[in-house]
């Protein structure tokens, strides 16, 4: 009659609940201990090892600087971070820096550096971090010395200054030719036109009053719109000029681009102008339109005839100016040709005017367009002239819009190691190792821990469940052999020697026994068990103990008991209750045995015993023989249970054997040592013979952590204990 777990609420996935979870950590604590202290202990090692780093820093500001001439090409000079990154870790930096400080003074703290050792420290040691205000930045240096940082932070932040004041003139003395180009256009343009507004007055007289108001305002109107035409015109041509240089990055030159290069620059040109189109309509393209779709498409193959092979990738920040700087032309372009469409119409009104009116009036008008024409290009040399003014200014500034708030200072102390953070860590690894092992051990255990593993991997019903038994080593007997791996060795055992005392003793251990007992009962109410053998899958799981105080349990009952060791190999019972081997069961097997002399008083009422008798070469012959059936019915008809002690049933056949002549087999199983496997291989050679299979006992179950699956026991234990309180 066994007792089947209910099904708890708080079972986990998997079947187990959390207290086998727990039950888990606290078999495997010792694995988690080492874990956690090893850990701990690398943790320790690696904190004494750090080095001291000391740390100086300066603070800088980064002004925003922007010109006429920026706004007017749409371009502001504000710099992301990385862009004072790239220059912070660029060689010419980094070796500005190197050779400020000077090798002697690397050496006095690395004696065997390199120059290329040094400047890699140097890319190393510093950082350029913004801070909580707008523009400010913390420029950090870290070094092994006070001294060496210092120098790394003071001179890195001169250098730093220095090479962005450079970085920024070569930017200025770029636009600056370029502008100095368009000054040269338009001072052509400007000539020609004083030339041609001059020849025309010497030839036709001051005819500039000889108008009429309408006329007068057409052609003010036409000249302010020319005006505006040129300057516009300037613009998409600077506009051109920085496509053109962002162009070279980007694409082929001229004289290598090929006729595929050229029909996707068309069509990316026609695709463009088709959505400003759409765009101009008032049609909206939500999302990723087709021709979104297709200028991506045609943008990725242009890129591709700029990178050969193995060539870097192009810079993203170029290829998104590129796009921006496209569109930005295109709408140029198209608002131009709107206007000088515009400007048209304004030529056709004056002309028109001009067939109803007398030559005065032409002459007059075209005096006036060639003086504003003049006024337009003079207007613009005078803003180009302006634009590179400012451009010089800003080319011969010393600071390039960089400022020292805060200047270096040589550190007092090191920087904080932040011990307790790593110790911290250090644990929390430990015990995640730790557990990690624990469960991946648990995982990989292969032995039959609970009743469940007994029914799920063996098929047997569980009768008992014997508790660990605490003892003394003075409870313990040393049991000498012969060592099979020693041929002339003596080997000691020491096996411990609990014998219970049913009768004036009451404990967990005694009511285990005392439930199995009950178990074995019930099993065959009707017909009950008479003869029962106790076996196990292997050596050390317990079996002559349990059967031994399973004995007991019966005799105390009144029962008239008799104990068979018939495990001739290594017998235990004879050890167990002081006796002698001699005389025993292979003594039976004479020719008239006297049962009187065999069949031995333990000392305990109610209880006879069998030892193992004299050595035999051949105990199975004398199992299997037809003898020891007659020997078996002798007993059964002189005593009410008898009980058979045999050797494990994996290593030799002598329970399989007996298993013919007797009532019921249990199979003795020890928690947490027996081998699943090796004790399914005992379960399946007992039934290849036909052997009468009764159930499991789970010995040496654990009971001294609360989180265990025998909860019983502990109410138990705990009710026997406080009778002694």
């Given at each position: 009659m066994i007792a089947t777990n209910a099904t708890n609420p708080l079972t986990l996935r998997g079947g187990m609940q959390l207290k086998d979870y727990i039950g888990v950590i606290m078999r495997r604590r010792w694995i988690i201990i080492i874990a956690l202290l090893s850990v701990v202990a690398s943790t320790v090692f690696y904190v004494t090892r750090i080095e001291d780093v000391f740390e100086s820093s300066s603070t800088i500001v980064i002004e925003e600087q922007t010109t006429l001439i920026d706004q007017a090409m749409n371009f502001g000079s504000t710099q992301s971070l990385s862009y004072y990154q790239g220059i912070l870790n660029s060689r010419t930096?980094?070796?500005?820096?190197?050779?400020s400080i000077g090798m002697n003074v690397f050496a006095a703290t690395f004696p065997k550096i390199t120059r290329d050792?040094?400047?890699?420290?140097?890319?190393?040691?510093?950082?350029?971090?913004?801070?909580?205000?707008?523009s400010f930045y913390r420029f950090n240096a870290q070094a092994k010395t006070r001294e060496l940082a210092?120098?790394?932070?003071s001179i890195g932040t001169d250098a730093f200054r220095l090479q962005c004041q450079e970085v920024a003139s070569e930017q200025t003395r770029r636009t600056v030719s370029e502008i100095d180009k368009q000054l040269q256009t338009i001072r052509k343009k400007l000539e020609q036109a004083e030339v041609d507004f001059r020849s025309y007055k010497e030839r036709t007289g001051?005819?500039?009053g000889g108008t009429t108001p309408e006329l007068k305002t057409l052609q003010s109107v036409y000249s302010e719109n020319m005006a505006q035409l040129g300057v516009k015109e300037a613009d998409l041509d600077a506009e051109n000029k920085q496509l053109a240089l962002l162009e070279r990055k980007l694409t082929p030159l001229e004289q290598e681009r090929s006729p595929e290069y050229l029909k996707l620059r068309s069509k990316l040109s026609e695709l463009e102008k088709e959505k400003m189109r759409l765009e101009n309509l008032g049609i909206k393209l939500t999302g990723i339109s087709t021709i979104d779709r297709e200028v991506a498409e045609i943008e990725k193959q242009l890129l591709q005839y700029k990178q050969p092979e193995g060539a870097q990738t192009i810079d993203t920040r170029i290829v998104k100016q590129w796009q921006e700087l496209r569109k930005i032309v295109l709408s140029k372009e198209g608002d131009l040709e709107l206007f000088k469409r515009k400007l048209d119409s304004y030529k056709s009104a004056i002309a028109s005017?001009?067939?109803?009116?007398?030559?005065?009036?032409t002459q007059s008008l075209e005096l006036q367009r060639l003086e504003r024409t003049r006024q337009i290009y003079e207007t613009i040399y005078?803003?180009?002239l302006n634009k590179a003014e400012e451009e010089r200014i800003k080319s011969s500034a010393t600071s390039a819009g960089i400022k020292v708030v805060d200047i270096p200072r040589i550190a007092g102390s090191p920087i904080p190691k932040n011990q307790n953070r790593f110790y911290l860590i250090g644990i929390l690894v430990g015990l995640a190792l730790g557990l990690l092992l624990a469960f991946f051990a648990e995982y990989n255990d292969s032995t039959i821990k609970s009743n469940e593993d007994v029914e799920r991997y063996l098929g047997l019903s569980v009768l008992g469940t014997i508790p660990h038994i605490v003892h003394?080593?003075?409870n313990e007997m040393e049991i000498k052999r012969t060592s099979s791996r020693k041929q002339k060795g003596i080997s000691v055992l020491a096996y411990p020697k609990q014998l219970l005392n049913f009768a004036g003793e009451d404990s967990i251990i005694t009511e285990a026994y005392r439930s199995l007992r009950t178990n074995l009962a019930y099993i065959s109410p009707d017909k009950p068990l008479q003869a029962v053998l106790l076996t196990s899958a292997g050596p050390s799981e317990g079996k002559s103990l349990s059967i031994s105080n399973l004995a007991l349990a019966h005799a105390q009952m009144g029962k008239r008991t008799l104990l068979i060791d018939t495990d001739l190999r290594r017998p235990i019972q004879h050890h167990l209750f002081g006796l002698k081997r001699e005389p025993g069961f292979t003594e039976m097997f004479v020719e008239k045995p006297d049962y009187a002399s065999i069949i031995r008083p333990t000392g305990r009422e109610n209880l006879w015993i069998i030892t193992a008798g004299i050595f035999s070469p051949n105990p199975a012959e004398l199992i299997g023989s037809q003898r020891m059936a007659e020997h078996i019915a002798y007993f059964r008809k002189n005593f009410d249970m008898i009980f058979f002690d045999t050797p494990p049933a994996v290593?030799?056949?002598?329970?399989?054997?007996?298993?013919?002549?007797?009532?019921?087999?249990?199979?003795v199983v020890k928690s947490h040592h027996t081998d699943r496997e090796v004790a399914q291989r005992a379960v399946q050679s007992l039934r290849n013979v036909g052997a009468k299979l009764t159930g499991a006992i789970l010995n040496d179950i654990d009971l001294t952590h609360r989180y265990t699956s025998y909860g019983y026991y502990k109410y138990y234990y705990h009710y026997y204990k406080s009778k002694t309180d």
């Open positions: 930096y980094l070796e500005m820096v190197f050779d050792e040094a400047i890699s420290y140097i890319q190393g040691s510093f950082s350029l971090k913004p801070t909580s205000y707008t210092y120098l790394i932070a001051d005819v500039s005017y001009k067939k109803g009116n007398p030559d005065l009036l005078n803003f180009l003394d080593k003075k290593a030799v056949t002598d329970a399989a054997l007996l298993s013919t002549h007797i009532d019921g087999i249990i199979l």
